[in-house]
């Protein structure tokens, strides 16, 4: 059975860093591709960070330059000079089909594996 676990969320003030990790299992892990989603109140859930099992990545625009995307064990997010827009339910995904993954994009059409989600929340 494929399990996702995120941890790490927290209220922080704007301008400051989160690290969030998942923790993955029941799979091929670094056979998959993963990222991390988003999901504000009244929005639709959005891509934020992916990784391919080759370690390319691909980031939406709205956190170029502040948010990291790594896999070692786990699957982590850094997330530095955060705003509040940043705030929203934070989803760690994987794409597992039984073959290596080379391409990884943002669209959640393209995962069919999601953890339950951790709290980000950005205070001004």
């Known amino acids: 059975e494929v399990q996702l676990v995120e941890s790490g969320g927290n209220s922080v003030q704007s301008g400051g860093s989160l690290r969030l990790s998942c923790a993955a299992s029941g799979y091929t892990y670094n056979s998959a591709c993963m990222g991390w989603f988003r999901q504000a109140p009244g929005n639709e859930r959005e891509g934020v960070a992916v990784i391919d099992s080759d370690g390319g990545t691909l980031y939406a625009d709205a956190v170029k330059g502040r948010f990291t995307i790594s896999k070692d064990n786990a699957l982590y997010l850094q997330m530095n000079s955060l705003k509040p827009e940043d705030t929203a339910m934070y989803y760690c995904?994987?794409?597992?089909?039984?073959?290596?993954?080379?391409?990884?994009?943002?669209?959640?059409?393209?995962?069919?594996?999601w953890g339950q989600g951790t709290q980000v929340t950005v205070s001004s």
């Open positions: 995904a994987a794409v597992w089909l039984g073959v290596r993954c080379h391409v990884a994009t943002l669209h959640t059409s393209q995962y069919n594996y």
